[in-house]
């Protein structure tokens, strides 16, 4: 277990905040404008990494945008040419998102979930552009913006 320091308390408050300032960004493009969805499931758990590790290699640019945008694909796949019971479609499309995340190098744990969402959603090729394009591209700039010029936090890593 996590002794509670200050740093700690501190570090999970930044998180937390930047976290919503970051989703609250998504949402109010979603609710409040036309131009479309920008949120998934997944992108709640991306803040974790994002803000919580951003050291973490699973919480690098390529990794965000090209796990979550890997995965998808591998959803909408299924969806459109795949037809076998879902409870099939989704074990095997989970497994080859993670595969290919692996061979490719950019995992991103919470990209993992993305085929679920697709598959049960039922989604089509536009979702590859909003919300994962799109919303990935937003969250990696709160994320360089508030990583690395207010925290002032070695992010991307070199």
Do not use: D, R, W
């Amino acid at each position: 277990m996590t002794k509670i320091t200050k740093e700690n308390i501190f570090k999970a408050f930044i998180a937390g905040v930047l976290s919503s300032i970051t989703i609250g960004a998504l949402t109010l493009l979603t609710y409040k404008t036309s131009l479309g969805l920008f949120l998934t499931a997944s992108f709640g758990s991306s803040m974790v990494l994002l803000y919580g590790f951003p050291e973490n290699s699973f919480a690098q640019p390529k990794n965000i945008f090209f796990g979550h945008l890997l995965t998808a694909f591998i959803g909408v796949l299924f969806v459109n040419y795949i037809t076998l019971p879902i409870f099939i479609s989704l074990s095997l499309a989970v497994g080859f998102g993670i595969f290919f995340m692996i061979i490719f190098n950019v995992v991103h744990p919470p990209a993992g979930g993305n085929p679920i969402v697709v598959i049960i959603g039922g989604v089509s090729y536009e979702y590859l552009i909003n919300p994962i394009f799109f919303g990935c591209l937003i969250i990696l700039f709160f994320g360089i913006i508030l990583n690395k010029f207010i925290l002032n936090k070695n992010y991307p890593l070199k």
